[in-house]
């Protein structure tokens, strides 16, 4: 039998079915690509955002008929995810078979093949080997340390669909870090809902961090998103004494605006964040910094939005990643008023990404003329090998074999190209 997953929403989502894919292999399952003809089919959907919700619900309802019409047969469907959780997909969704609450996600394939046993479900007329042509290849691998968040951001739904904090052992990361390590690898992005949150007796993150980079196999780690104001002055500290950990942050703002920070409920103010980015600059010059920034937040006037160009303006951001406001049914901040109106969040947001431009361009030219060390994902019709840099530069690297793909080669750029990327 085969399945396939289709994810949307954020790098924990992809983590996550990568451990579904796992359970599915292991229970004789194979497993295809998102496009590919399949007995089963696995939506992970995302209910972040309004959008993203949408996009997963709009899957699910379209499997089915998309295999009438290419004449195949239609497949068994699961939702699973944030969005089974929220409000919109409470109700039967059209097209479903199964919905998975999060209580089932840890069982997920266990529990699909109860349905497809308990209806009897007959194996349908494909090739039991799948084409191994078809099958994804993966350079970088998700290490899931923990779900869940406590800390009820007033615009955020996550708590609410993903639960409170729960860690995974200690012990089992680090063995599945080698693990992963072993199979080859080339780099393991530590990943979680909130990973501030993560505890282990009286281990917190820097520990597990630094208990990762001492496993000899463990090549090049990369860290997902990390709350600012938790535990992040570590973390750098820890960064700066260890050249196996990616120089790149992901610190989310979401606002340069008191007020609205405050109306969020976040855990800092722009003057500490500011001295959280200066700290980590002092001791990591090169550092890439990421950032999520919501445009249109209730109540955010004029006067604030523009504080918050002029904040971002005045920080070495490398990227943004820019989000209308979407009020999301369940949250305090869905309940406040002083709405900005949709044209408004459209405008403000454009004018972030015209900054993100900006700013991404004028930190890829500090590289230029310096080695850099890139893992090669994918080779391109021009034969550029393509893939990240540790700073989360993209590039775009001459002269590379297809044995090269999932490695880490190092190149000197000698330009920044229209896309933005190194060449
Ligand atoms: Fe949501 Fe805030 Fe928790 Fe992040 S820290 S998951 S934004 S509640």
Same mark, same amino acid.
């Given at each position: 039998?085969?399945?396939?997953?289709? =994810?949307?929403?954020?790098?924990?989502?992809?983590?996550?079915?990568?451990?579904?894919?796992?359970?599915?292999?292991?229970?004789?399952?194979?497993?295809?690509?998102?496009?590919?003809?399949?007995?089963? &089919?696995?939506?992970?959907?995302?209910?972040?955002?309004?959008?993203?919700?949408?996009?997963?619900?709009?899957?699910?309802?379209?499997?089915?008929? =998309?295999?009438?019409?290419?004449?195949?047969?239609?497949?068994?469907?699961? !939702?699973?995810?944030?969005?089974? $959780?929220?409000?919109?997909?409470?109700?039967? @969704?059209?097209?479903?078979?199964?919905?998975?609450?999060?209580?089932?996600?840890? %069982?997920?394939?266990?529990?699909?093949?109860?349905?497809?046993?308990?209806?009897?479900?007959?194996?349908?007329?494909?090739?039991?080997?799948?084409?191994?042509?078809?099958?994804?290849?993966?350079?970088?691998?998700?290490?899931?340390?923990?779900?869940? /968040?406590?800390?009820?951001?007033?615009? /955020?739904?996550? *708590?609410?669909?993903?639960?409170?904090?729960?860690?995974?052992?200690?012990?089992?990361?680090?063995?599945?870090?080698?693990? !992963?390590?072993?199979?080859?690898?080339?780099?393991?992005?530590?990943?979680?809902?909130?990973?501030?949150?993560?505890?282990?007796?009286?281990? +917190?993150? *820097?520990?597990?961090?630094?208990?990762?980079?001492?496993?000899?196999?463990?090549?090049?780690?990369?860290?997902?998103?990390? $709350?600012?104001?938790?535990?992040?002055? $570590?973390?750098?500290?820890?960064?700066?004494?260890?050249?196996?950990?990616?120089?790149? #942050?992901?610190?989310? #703002?979401?606002?340069?605006?008191?007020? =609205?920070?405050?109306?969020?409920?976040?855990?800092?103010?722009?003057?500490?964040?500011?001295?959280? &980015?200066?700290?980590?600059?002092?001791?990591?010059?090169?550092? +890439?910094?990421?950032?999520? !920034?919501?445009?249109?937040?209730?109540?955010?006037?004029?006067?604030?939005?523009?504080?918050?160009?002029?904040?971002?303006?005045?920080?070495?951001?490398?990227?943004?990643?820019?989000?209308?406001?979407?009020? %999301?049914?369940?949250? =305090?901040?869905?309940?406040?008023?002083?709405?900005?109106?949709?044209?408004?969040?459209?405008?403000?947001?454009?004018?972030?990404?015209?900054?993100?431009?900006?700013?991404?361009?004028?930190?890829?030219?500090?590289?230029? +003329?310096?080695?850099?060390?890139?893992?090669?994902?994918?080779?391109?019709?021009?034969?550029?090998? /393509?893939?990240?840099? +540790?700073?989360?530069?993209?590039?775009? @690297?001459?002269?590379?074999?297809?044995?090269?793909?999932?490695?880490? &080669?190092?190149?000197?750029?000698?330009?920044?190209?229209?896309?933005?990327? !190194?060449?």
């Amino acid at each position: 039998m085969r399945v396939a997953f289709k =994810t949307f929403g954020c790098r924990l989502n992809q983590a996550e079915t990568e451990q579904f894919a796992a359970d599915f292999t292991s229970a004789g399952w194979h497993v295809v690509p998102p496009a590919a003809p399949a007995d089963v &089919v696995v939506i992970h959907g995302c209910a972040v955002t309004h959008t993203a919700e949408q996009q997963g619900l709009q899957m699910a309802r379209s499997i089915k008929r =998309t295999a009438r019409m290419a004449g195949q047969q239609e497949p068994f469907v699961a !939702l699973v995810g944030c969005v089974v $959780e929220a409000d919109a997909a409470r109700r039967a @969704v059209a097209g479903v078979d199964l919905l998975v609450t999060r209580d089932g996600k840890d %069982r997920l394939a266990a529990i699909v093949q109860a349905h497809l046993s308990a209806r009897a479900l007959p194996a349908h007329a494909l090739p039991e080997l799948p084409d191994p042509s078809i099958r994804p290849r993966r350079k970088r691998a998700l290490l899931k340390v923990q779900d869940g /968040c406590d800390f009820f951001c007033s615009y /955020c739904i996550v *708590p609410h669909t993903r639960g409170l904090p729960v860690s995974r052992p200690w012990q089992q990361v680090l063995d599945e870090a080698r693990a !992963l390590s072993q199979a080859g690898f080339s780099e393991l992005v530590v990943t979680g809902c909130n990973m501030a949150c993560y505890r282990d007796g009286t281990r +917190g993150l *820097p520990d597990l961090l630094a208990a990762l980079v001492s496993i000899a196999e463990v090549p090049r780690l990369r860290l997902g998103s990390i $709350e600012p104001a938790t535990s992040e002055l $570590e973390i750098i500290e820890l960064m700066s004494s260890c050249s196996k950990i990616c120089r790149h #942050l992901h610190l989310p #703002l979401q606002s340069g605006d008191a007020a =609205t920070l405050r109306r969020m409920r976040r855990r800092y103010t722009p003057e500490s964040y500011a001295a959280i &980015v200066q700290a980590a600059m002092r001791r990591l010059p090169d550092l +890439g910094l990421g950032t999520d !920034l919501i445009v249109g937040f209730p109540g955010e006037s004029d006067e604030s939005f523009a504080r918050t160009i002029q904040f971002v303006e005045s920080l070495p951001f490398s990227n943004l990643h820019v989000f209308p406001y979407s009020a %999301r049914p369940g949250t =305090t901040a869905a309940e406040l008023p002083e709405a900005v109106p949709p044209a408004v969040r459209k405008a403000r947001a454009q004018e972030l990404l015209r900054l993100r431009e900006e700013k991404r361009r004028a930190f890829a030219l500090q590289f230029v +003329g310096r080695p850099v060390d890139v893992l090669i994902e994918r080779l391109d019709t021009d034969g550029f090998g /393509c893939g990240w840099s +540790g700073a989360y530069l993209d590039c775009r @690297v001459p002269g590379i074999s297809r044995s090269q793909r999932g490695r880490i &080669v190092r190149f000197t750029p000698t330009g920044v190209g229209e896309s933005g990327a !190194l060449v």
